[in-house]
Antibody, heavy 124, light 109 residues
């Protein structure tokens, strides 16, 4: 059974870099065919796709985040990470990591497996 | 990158059918059949219930069905049940190799 678990600080100061890690169990992030994604949800609001990483390391990001995002993988730990720089209060949200649906077209937004989510507050 | 447009709320009685619309543009919903729908209960992660416009992942009730016409996709829930009360989001792949979500629809049973 594949499981994803987000971890990282729940409080980040404005202008600093938000760093989160998603630990994957039951599957390998470089097993091929899947995109590994980050999605966030502002309090009481809708979902926002942040970006994703293919197993090869290729990445795609939401252009609205204007170059502040970096997603990378650590195959030795079977983890992938999110870094969001120059954060403001507008980056306060629940952050989810997710994986594609098996057996379907990859990288088109079919998020079958999700972590439980981690709330990150940006505040001084 | 604009969010796909959904009605804020839809309601129905148990046993009835309801339909939620998701309106995009010719650069997303109208351009690809990569439309999906998610169900989210309070405090929980979203659950994928429809992909490829009409397909259901294994284990998802056949009371959920999807369709698309032009730039608008739709989710129909038939035989409405109390457990269907949740927020529903559509999603679409876009021409700019990005992903967009809908504004979300709160379903009340």
């Amino acid at each position: 059974q594949v499981q994803l678990q987000e971890s990282g600080p729940g409080l980040v100061k404005p202008s600093q870099t938000l760093s989160l890690t998603c630990t994957v169990s039951g599957d390998s992030i470089n097993s091929g065919g899947f995109y590994w994604s980050w999605i966030r949800q502002h309090p009481g609001k809708g979902l926002e796709w942040i970006g994703y990483m293919y197993y090869s390391g290729r990445t795609y990001y939401n252009p609205s985040l204007k170059g502040r995002v970096t997603i990378s993988g650590d195959t030795s730990k079977n983890q992938f990470s999110l870094k969001l720089s120059s954060v403001t209060a507008a980056d306060t949200a629940v952050y989810y990591c997710a994986r594609d649906l098996a057996g379907a077209t990859a990288g088109v937004g079919y998020f079958q497996l999700w972590g439980q989510g981690i709330m990150v507050i940006v505040s001084s | 990158q604009s969010a796909l447009t959904q009605p804020a709320s839809v309601s129905g009685s148990p046993g009835q059918s309801i339909t939620i619309s998701c309106t995009g543009t010719g650069s997303d919903v109208g351009a690809y059949d990569y439309v999906s729908w998610y169900q989210q209960h309070p405090g929980k992660a979203p659950k994928l219930i429809i992909y490829d416009v009409t397909n259901r992942p294994s284990g998802v009730s056949n009371r959920f069905s999807g369709s698309k016409s032009g730039n608008t996709a739709s989710l129909t829930i038939s035989g409405l049940q109390a457990e269907d009360e949740a927020i529903y989001y559509c999603s679409s792949y876009t021409r700019s190799t990005t992903l967009g979500f809908g504004t979300g629809t709160s379903v009340t049973v």
